[in-house]
């Protein structure tokens, strides 16, 4: 059994115990006064059913951290019995909603048992996982979540999920229990607990700057642990929490901006000074000096340099940095207005020229997540010409798993072959051992796709 699988089998056990017997004592504090000494407004505690407080296991009080405005539409994460999701529904009104998630039936049963008798009609709960959430994107307002990320296998999942359902601007509020242990100490008081606390929020929680460091990376901005309380599962944990605000999704494009300001385009691992393998691969397929062709995260590569020496006339470099193609438009000098120059993301590229060749030297393995890597292939889909070919070079699976300080896929034939099998046939294989400015080696495969 994985570990994911384990760990959801330990939640779901817990917290179905949980929900038939309240008054357990679980080794962790919970209700109403737990509820008050997180700072819970006694005048939600009156409004909802006594019952309902004796499942209250905040780690921290989420409602605390912004605002919820009347007609909003809150995300529960791991609404439990509905504590918070009650409240929620409370704070938005009925012109708002509260939906709550949860992976427990029998806790499900509960919230929605108590949403009916606190005569709450703006409540819906939904058993689903938190890493693949069944909601449209941009669609709730809130996202908030109680002890309960923590409980997760990925974290990074949950804040993709998170990051794509808000609206723009949108908030995460949460609380969980984060690891305070002393990263340097190796007594067994501060080892990690065994895999059999997952389920009592101990083996799955993290430290705060990991976790600031995780929603940072998915695109979240404001993003702060705002303070650590009283509230504890094991000597080397605390509750804490969070808030965050949904940036402007250009996380990447401010990375590689960044890269092309202030970097010496000439001294990075990525550089070419002859990029032999991807023109010998122009060969290879019969490309001609007529053939539209368009090079995809072309940073400031010298390949453009050559396909004008072989006389290429049509030729569009796509790159998520426009400093980068002001890099190159500077180096090319009288030939700089022969290219089309498109600063865009290529997960959300489209065009209105089929082009008979694409070209992507180091792109595709940057995108991390399943609907990115899926947005490119239809992108490509759509831009490639039917007797068209697609040059893709990847780090190969004994390559590097990082570069720029950016986490990398790593691709052979058959990894490939499964992720483009609905629309490409993978024609070619050819590897290649590169030479960094520093002297290192870096191993990438190309492929060469086909439409079906």
Same mark, same amino acid.
């Given at each position: ?63 605390? %951290? ?82 309960? &990320? ?27 229990? &984060? ?147 002001? &890099?190159?438009?500077?180096? %090319?000098?009288?030939?700089? /207005? ?62 590097? /798993? ?51």
């Amino acid at each position: 059994m994985s570990t994911i699988t384990c760990a959801s089998k330990q939640v779901i056990e817990l917290y179905t115990d949980l929900a038939l017997n309240p008054h357990k004592d679980f080794g962790w504090e919970k209700g109403i006064e737990n509820a008050r000494s997180h700072g819970y407004k006694e005048e939600w505690i009156e409004q909802l059913p006594a019952p309902l407080w004796d499942y209250c296991a905040a780690v921290g009080n989420p409602f605390s %951290l912004g605002e919820f405005p009347v007609g909003s539409t809150v995300l529960d994460l791991g609404c439990g019995a509905g504590v918070d999701l009650c409240v929620a529904a409370l704070l938005v009104g009925e012109g708002g909603k509260a939906i709550g998630v949860d992976i427990t039936p029998m806790m499900i049963e509960t919230a929605q048992r108590y949403a009916k008798q606190s005569g709450l009609q703006n409540v819906q709960v939904v058993e689903a996982n938190l890493e693949s959430l069944p909601f449209e994107n941009e669609s709730m307002d809130i996202v908030i979540s109680n002890g309960a &990320i923590n409980l997760t296998s990925s974290k990074e999942k949950v804040f993709s999920e998170v990051f794509r359902v808000l609206v723009p601007d949108g908030k995460l509020y949460f609380a969980d229990m &984060i690891d305070i242990s002393d990263a340097m100490c190796a007594t067994s008081c501060c080892s990690q607990p065994s895999s059999g606390d997952w389920a009592n929020c101990v083996e799955g929680t993290l430290s705060k700057e990991s976790l600031i460091g995780m929603m940072s990376e998915v695109g979240f901005v404001n993003v702060e642990c705002t303070g650590i309380n009283h509230y504890t599962t094991a000597p080397t944990t605390a509750g804490a929490t969070f808030r965050a605000t949904k940036g402007d999704g250009k996380v990447r494009q401010r990375h590689w901006e960044n890269v092309y300001t202030t970097k010496d385009v000439s001294k990075v691992g990525w550089y070419q000074e002859a990029p032999s393998t991807s023109l010998s691969l122009l060969q290879k397929i019969g490309s001609t000096q007529k053939n539209r062709f368009i090079d995809v995260g072309c940073g400031a590569s010298m390949l453009v340099d050559g396909l004008i020496d072989l006389g290429y006339q049509n030729i569009t470099l796509l790159d998520i940095s426009p400093s980068a193609l002001e &890099i190159v438009k500077k180096r %090319l000098g009288v030939n700089a /207005d022969l290219p089309v120059y498109r600063a865009e993301d290529v997960c959300t590229f489209s065009s209105e020229t089929l082009f008979d060749v694409w070209h992507d030297r180091a792109a595709f393995h940057f995108l991390q997540k399943e609907e990115e890597q899926q947005a490119y292939l239809k992108a490509l889909h759509q831009a490639l010409s039917p007797n068209g070919h697609a040059i893709i070079g990847t780090f190969a699976v004994d390559g590097p /798993d990082s570069c720029s300080s950016l986490p990398v896929r790593q691709y052979n034939e058959e990894r490939m072959k499964k992720l483009v099998k609905d629309h490409f046939d993978v024609i070619d294989v050819t590897e290649e051992i590169h030479i960094t400015p520093s002297g290192s080696e870096q191993h990438y495969c190309y492929f060469v796709l086909k439409p079906i």
